[in-house]
């Protein structure tokens, strides 16, 4: 029921490997455009719609853009040897070599932010604990452009690209950078992105700002924005960025360097409860780091998967696990089965108690069918919820509630037209509800609206039951809780089966 987001890379990008990615239970492909370019990315993506064809298994997209993310630029990728103890200074002539006294990095503007007895952190992609590929250094003097820090632990660092990381430090560049409006236009809008993965978001105004940047190209209108929380910064303002998006993805990789380790776990238990509240996708990332070499987690790891999903995240989100990890697939199979797991000891019937209560009375007219079709279908164990939808609201709604059997999420196409052609929607607002807990959704026939007579709602549900038998979700004698509109009153419904 948890989706899991696997990002595409070197070690997941055949045709071969995404399928077998799919089938494990990959539902949102993630390109992360920290590296490698359109063309290459466009790759991936023509190697994903093939594997969506092989395996008939649907898949959203998301585009994760940079943001204002301070890279050390390692052109010639020597690898570099710091000693604890020694110095190095960070300058932003980016022509200059990298060496072990001296780091280019892609931003001018770091000595006005720092002082000394700041700390800094240059890692590979991963910001793992193991801090042989990573380094942290403290800022001992500013001399006018250029950063002199002490090395606080020996480590070693290849490839060509290191993150660099200020603790507690707001770095004066742009949520939104023209390169990734750039990517936006001439990768996201032609290829009609479900997902924006918004970096470093830090106010509500950058995600204002991302939708109406979205807004004026065309198909990406429809495109939900995932605000990512990555420091104090988007901490602080939680509350008004949940308010303003339509999804929230916790970093915990970047938080757990901006904040005492002792502060996560709390962060990320209110941070998912007032996502779970609002009714909106929560995301959590950096789980399951040790698979990136190894075919096993560790201990902490997997009890860590299972504590998201008790806190009530509705995905995963894996990176360098799936992206340059030795083992995508495994990763991938072995989430979701600790998901499994967990699932089945989530309190369901005081989540369902607590959500109500924080609704509070009067409900408003869908949320009191959404949470009237969860009670309904747990008290007749019902083994699936099928909602009749046209923008996917309804079957979020229900989805809020974490009813214990899956929601079919039954997509209608609406025909709209411009007045010089007509089409079809549907197809964004199935594939958005693939990151929703217990959300599955299918794509019915056009020619049956949401809201209709009786006789074709029998049609459209003969074609969503046999749906669900064919996937093993219903047997014979089962029973179903339906909800749908018919004319303008909404109808929840008990069916049971027969052979």
């Not at 604990?129 to 001992?140: A, D, K, N, Y």
């Not at 699936?384 to 929601?407: D, E, N, Q, W």
Request: proline share 4%; hydrophobic share 40%.
């Amino acid at each position: 029921m948890t989706k899991i987001v696997g990002t595409l890379g070197p070690k997941s990008r055949s045709v071969e490997a995404i399928s077998a990615c799919l089938k494990a239970g990959m539902s949102v492909a993630r390109f992360d455009f920290s590296w490698g370019d359109a063309a290459y990315h466009q790759e991936t993506l023509e190697n994903l719609k093939l594997a969506i064809k092989a395996t008939k298994k649907l898949c959203a997209v998301m585009l994760d853009t940079v943001g204002p993310e301070l890279q050390v630029v390692n052109k010639s990728e020597v690898t570099i040897s710091l000693e604890e103890n020694e110095s190095v200074v960070l300058t932003p002539h980016q022509g200059q070599e990298a060496s072990s006294k001296l780091l280019p990095i892609n931003f001018s503007g770091l000595a006005k932010a720092l002082k000394p007895g700041d700390t800094i952190f240059v890692g590979q992609y991963l910001f793992t604990g193991s801090e042989t590929t990573s380094v942290w250094l403290e800022v001992s003097e500013v001399q006018g452009d250029d950063v002199v820090c002490v090395i606080k632990n020996s480590a070693t660092l290849a490839g060509s690209l290191f993150t660099l990381h200020c603790s507690q430090i707001h770095i004066d560049l742009p949520t939104l950078s023209d390169e990734d409006k750039d990517v936006m236009k001439k990768w996201g809008a032609p290829n009609k992105i479900d997902f924006l993965s918004l970096s470093y978001t830090r106010h509500a105004e950058d995600v204002r700002q991302a939708r109406e940047y979205l807004s004026k190209l065309g198909d990406l209108s429809q495109t939900l924005i995932f605000a990512k929380i990555e420091n104090v910064e988007g901490l602080n303002h939680f509350d008004e960025i949940l308010e303003e998006a339509d999804g929230i993805i916790l970093s915990r990789g970047n938080l757990g360097i901006d904040l005492p380790p002792e502060k996560v776990f709390l962060f990320q238990k209110s941070a998912l409860h007032k996502c779970n509240m609002a009714g909106k996708p929560a995301v959590v990332t950096r789980v399951v780091d040790s698979m990136t070499d190894n075919l096993r987690p560790t201990r902490a790891e997997a009890t860590d998967v299972a504590n998201a999903v008790l806190d009530g995240s509705d995905a995963i989100l894996l990176g360098a696990e799936t992206l340059r990890g030795l083992y995508p697939v495994e990763t991938i199979s072995t989430v979701g089965r600790i998901c499994a797991e967990a699932e089945k000891v989530f309190n369901q019937d005081l989540y369902f108690k607590r959500t109500v209560k924080y609704v509070g009375e009067p409900m408003t007219h869908l949320e009191s069918i959404a949470s009237s079709a969860v009670r309904a279908a747990i008290k007749v164990k019902a083994s699936v919820i099928i909602c009749f939808t046209s923008s996917g609201r309804a079957a979020r709604l229900i989805a809020k509630y974490r009813p214990t059997m899956p929601v079919l999420s039954v997509v209608i196409p609406r025909l709209k037209t411009n007045q010089l052609k007509w089409s079809f929607t549907g197809a964004f607002e199935a594939r958005q509800s693939l990151i929703v807990r217990g959300l599955f959704p299918m794509l019915a026939d056009p020619r049956h609206p949401a809201e209709s007579t009786s006789t074709t709602n029998e049609s459209v549900l003969k074609v969503a039951l046999d749906h669900g038998k064919a996937s093993g979700v219903i047997k014979s004698h089962d029973r179903v809780v339906i909800c749908q509109k018919v004319g303008d009153s909404s109808v929840v419904k008990i069916i049971e089966l027969d052979d």
